[in-house]
């Protein structure tokens, strides 16, 4: 038997053990911080995470099996260190599909949010956020299809609706509404309409 033989009983145990706590951190309730007076993310560190009905599994390494962040109702005003409390507190940090930002006091869509590409839901109602352009930098996530933001300042832009679903056509839900074939057909000629394409520039060596 070669050695690359011998090797493969325990890689596919990795992979196994790999899919099972994947598994587990899907189906596993949320990491619950809500209500818990964070004003910086270094707080969870030292604050305890509401009870849920069901315990959250750990991995091997004594770390969370669970892909749900909440940390609404709380007051924070930015997301220093979001990456690294995450990394500590998750096994697979890279896994999450949901964070809960609701009822905070964030003025704008920290970027961090953007690097979690396996995000399915995010809550952001009833933040400070002011700008209706702060929404583009949600464009590259490929799996986003829930979006929560009213309650913000944005909310009273005109066109603030057909914006939003013009600039993330993959939402399933905005503001807890199931978009509908006319919202996209309405955000679709609201875009044409109000948001000038923007002009390439040709160099002189083109003409």
Not at 80 to 102: Q, R, V
Not at 118 to 137: F, P, R, T, W, Y
Not at 184 to 199: E, G, L, Q
Request: hydrophobic share 35%.
């Amino acid at each position: 038997m070669t050695s690359s033989a011998l090797s493969f009983p325990s890689t596919a145990g990795k992979m196994c053990t790999r899919w099972n706590y994947s598994t587990a951190s899907l189906q596993a309730p949320p990491l619950d911080y809500s209500f818990r007076g964070i004003s910086f993310m270094q707080d969870m560190l030292t604050e305890e995470p509401r009870p849920g009905l069901k315990p959250i599994k750990r991995s091997e390494g004594g770390r969370l099996l669970t892909q749900a962040i909440w940390l609404n109702n709380n007051t924070l005003g930015e997301l220093t260190d979001f990456t690294d409390i995450m990394a500590k507190l998750l096994e697979y940090p890279d896994d999450i599909y949901w964070i809960d930002l609701s009822f905070n006091d964030l003025a704008n869509i920290d970027p961090v949010l953007t690097t979690y590409y396996n995000l399915h839901n995010l809550n952001l109602h009833g933040n400070a956020i002011q700008q209706l352009s702060e929404v583009d930098k949600l464009a590259v996530l490929p799996h986003l299809r829930s979006l929560t933001l009213h309650g913000n300042p944005i909310e009273e832009e005109k066109g603030y609706r057909s914006y939003v679903l013009s600039t993330l056509p993959n939402l399933k839900s905005f503001d807890f509404s199931g978009v509908t074939k006319l919202d996209r057909t309405t955000a679709a000629v609201w875009r044409r309409m109000n948001i000038k394409p923007k002009v390439v520039r040709k160099r002189r060596d083109d003409y």
